[in-house]
């Protein structure tokens, strides 16, 4: 792929803050509407980016009457161009697991590569007292993993915790227990039963999960 540097800074931005319209994204880079098109024009046309009537989930700038602007997200083959955590060989030796001990096997190994996560973020989680923050401070524990992590009102009572990036998302193509055992690790961290709404993996723009306010009794411990 050919990516210039005008292009690569496009990417980098929905990569880091979301889908979004040529317009927001000038706003964004500080660019004209026009050049951030050019920019699209090259991204399109080397399948790294795909535009839609309406964003994946999450909101992006509202627009008034008329036709609708369209929204542009990163395509799987667009997040190639940052480094993924997982490749080829990873996603052969999950497969040799799944074949040989079944897809249990892959759950099991999956929660286990979630739990060092989740050991590391139940300090920074727990120190904060305010409930209601905790899935701020999350976000940001994943943005400085790589996941590009990012929080936006969903409901008067609930949030959305969103994920512009996955460093396993070639991984997740093929193996969801991995979205499902981070998927039960915010449980636990966050003490909330969440529900994940859209994942990179399964097609989506954008990782996005349900987090209500309101917590309930789900343990806060580790497994």
């Known amino acids: 792929m050919k990516t210039l540097a005008g292009s690569t800074r496009v990417l980098r931005s929905l990569l880091d803050e979301g889908p979004a319209t040529a317009t927001e994204l ?3 880079l500080e660019l004209t509407p026009a050049m951030v098109r050019r920019h699209l024009d090259e991204l399109l046309a080397d399948g790294d980016v795909a535009p839609s009537d309406r964003a994946p989930f999450g ?3 509202q627009r008034g ?3 609708p602007a369209r929204v542009y997200s990163m395509t799987s083959q ?3 161009v940052f480094d993924q955590e997982y490749d080829d060989v990873a996603v052969g030796a999950l497969r040799f697991l799944a074949d040989r001990d079944g897809d249990d096997a892959v759950l099991e190994f999956a929660r286990q590569r979630v739990s060092e996560l989740e050991r590391r973020y139940r300090p920074v989680v727990d120190s904060v007292a305010d409930a209601s923050r905790r899935v701020a401070v999350l976000a940001a524990a994943l943005t400085a993993d790589g996941y590009a992590a990012s929080v936006t009102p969903a409901s008067s009572t609930a949030d959305q915790l969103c994920q ?3 460093p396993v998302a070639h991984v997740a193509e093929e193996f969801p227990q991995f979205c499902e055992a981070e998927t ?3 449980e636990r961290l966050l003490g909330s039963h969440v529900t994940r709404l859209a994942t990179i993996g399964h097609g989506d723009g954008v990782c996005t999960t349900h987090v209500p306010r309101v917590t309930t009794s789900v343990g806060r411990n580790a497994s």
Do not use: I, L, S
Request: hydrophobic share 20%; charged share 35%; net charge positive.
């Open 65 to 67: 009457r008329g036709r």
């Open 59 to 61: 909101p992006v700038g």
């Open 78 to 80: 667009g997040r190639g």
């Open 184 to 186: 039960e690790a915010f």
């Open 164 to 166: 512009h990036h996955c």
């Open 26 to 28: 000038a706003r964004r």
